[in-house]
């Protein structure tokens, strides 16, 4: 299990997310990861997504946030929790000009709180496109080590996906790609706490 604790950071420079840690996974057995994500104006997660096995619940405690839950758009409503159940497709991003604040709540959270670990530092070392998604190499790894956490909507079908993973998945590991990087969790762990409305 990943040892972060409760007011280690996590930024993400290209989508301009900055989260801190309020509960880790390792305080709760792996079961929960409560995180308050700051999102300047213009920035949003990585895309409409899944998590087929993961709950979130949302609560916007400053600015807009708008999201996608399933089939519904909105501006999420301040104070309120937001519920999107495993399985269920979502997206969401500052909708305001002015940074907003948002509490998430991820169960289970410790394989998500790696994934989110990831693709951050990816994107930290330079490693992702403008929207913060690594090149196609690191994308079939990184797909197939978290396949369980989460699937990005208007991607290739599975079997294409699967196709590309026994293809370029040896290419990719053969040129050192790898799903998961053991020296970006203790980056993290180095990373000197905040707040996020700091």
Not at 99 to 127: C, H, W, Y
Not at 169 to 189: N, Q, T
Request: include cysteine; proline fraction near 8%; hydrophobic fraction near 40%.
């Amino acid at each position: 299990m990943i040892r972060v604790q409760a007011g280690d950071r996590l930024d993400n420079p290209v989508t301009g997310e900055r989260g801190v840690v309020i509960e880790a996974p390792s305080d709760t057995n792996g079961r929960r990861l409560i995180v308050e994500i700051l999102v300047r104006p213009g920035g949003a997660v990585a895309g409409a997504h899944v998590h087929p096995a993961i709950d979130e619940t949302f609560t916007v405690l400053r600015g807009h946030v708008g999201m996608l839950i399933g089939d519904k758009k909105m501006v999420a409503p301040l104070g309120e929790a937001v519920h999107c159940p495993a399985g269920t497709v979502h997206d969401w991003w500052n909708a305001g000009d002015e940074d907003a604040v948002i509490r998430a709540e991820i169960t289970p959270g410790d394989r998500f709180l790696e994934m989110v670990i990831n693709l951050f530092s990816l994107a930290q070392d330079g490693k992702t496109n403008k929207k913060g998604m690594p090149n196609l190499l690191q994308l079939v790894v990184f797909g197939e080590e978290f396949q369980d956490v989460v699937s990005f909507v208007g991607g290739p079908p599975k079997p294409v996906l699967k196709l590309m993973g026994a293809v370029l998945g040896p290419i990719a590991r053969s040129l050192g790609y790898k799903g998961s990087y053991p020296e970006y969790v203790e980056r993290i762990r180095r990373t000197p706490p905040i707040s996020a409305h700091d």
